[in-house]
């Protein structure tokens, strides 16, 4: 089946710096979702996106589309500690929602 | 603001025992899901319903998983016999309609421990 690939599996970084992570498939999908999950919690959605090369903006959250819809990455700007937890990436076509493996954050004051 | 409602929060059994998991989706919902999240990765379908009918159980083990879903309304998932590798979060999702743009809504789980 579809199987999404997404990196870093962890990042440690310091309350302030900018953080990047990304996905990508060997298969196409009509939408990319990024989520976060605390622990002992379900997923909350963050940001989605609906069109090719489409990038979008959620308060310190930017996420983007990939031009061949095979990708997507995920920006946060100026973290800060509430932002630990694990990150999902999320594809979705034909009534068929596959997640990455996720991305553990872990933010230092 | 509207929620999935899961219980139990937490369930442990002993293996080779029966384990059953409920959940009431949003109000309103037509779609309702059940993942399998095991430790260290992403939430993985077990099943998917459209009411009260199973739009896809491909990835379902059926000779010991079984999900239903009555009324269309609230929804329980199975184990019988749970075995050691079961042990996961089982996570209920809902939405309006089965496309992403109508957005799922996780409820906040089952964490189940077969010991």
């Known amino acids: 089946g579809q199987q999404l690939n997404q990196s870093p599996q962890s990042m440690f970084i310091q309350e302030g710096e900018d953080v990047s992570m990304n996905c990508t498939s060997s298969?196409?999908?009509?939408?990319w979702l990024w989520y976060k999950q605390d622990p002992g919690e379900g997923p909350v959605l963050l940001i989605a996106?609906?069109?090719?090369?489409e990038l979008t903006s959620n308060g310190r959250l930017t996420a983007q589309f990939g031009i061949t819809r095979k990708d997507s990455f995920l920006n946060i700007s100026a973290s800060i500690p509430s932002d630990v937890g694990i990150y999902f990436c999320a594809g979705h076509s034909n009534n068929d929602m596959r997640f990455g493996a996720g991305t553990r954050l872990t933010v230092k004051p | 603001e509207a929620e999935v409602a899961q219980s139990p929060r937490y369930k442990i059994t002993e293996k080779s025992q029966a384990v059953a998991f409920w959940c009431d989706p949003i109000?309103?919902?037509?779609?309702l899901y059940w993942y399998r999240q095991i430790l260290g990765q992403g939430p993985e379908l077990l099943v998917q319903f459209q009411d009260e009918s199973v739009v896809d159980d491909s990835q379902l083990p059926k000779d010991r998983f079984s999900a239903e879903r009555l009324k269309g309304v609230d929804s329980t998932l199975k184990i019988q016999p749970a075995e050691l590798g079961d042990s996961a979060m089982y996570l209920c999702?809902?939405?309006?309609?089965?496309?992403?743009?109508?957005?799922?809504?996780f409820g906040s789980g089952t964490r189940l421990t077969v010991v």
């Open positions: 996106l609906y069109k090719a090369g």
């Open positions: 109000s309103g919902h037509a779609t």
């Open positions: 999702a809902s939405s309006l309609g089965a496309g992403a743009n109508y957005g799922y809504t």
């Open positions: 298969s196409i999908f009509n939408t």
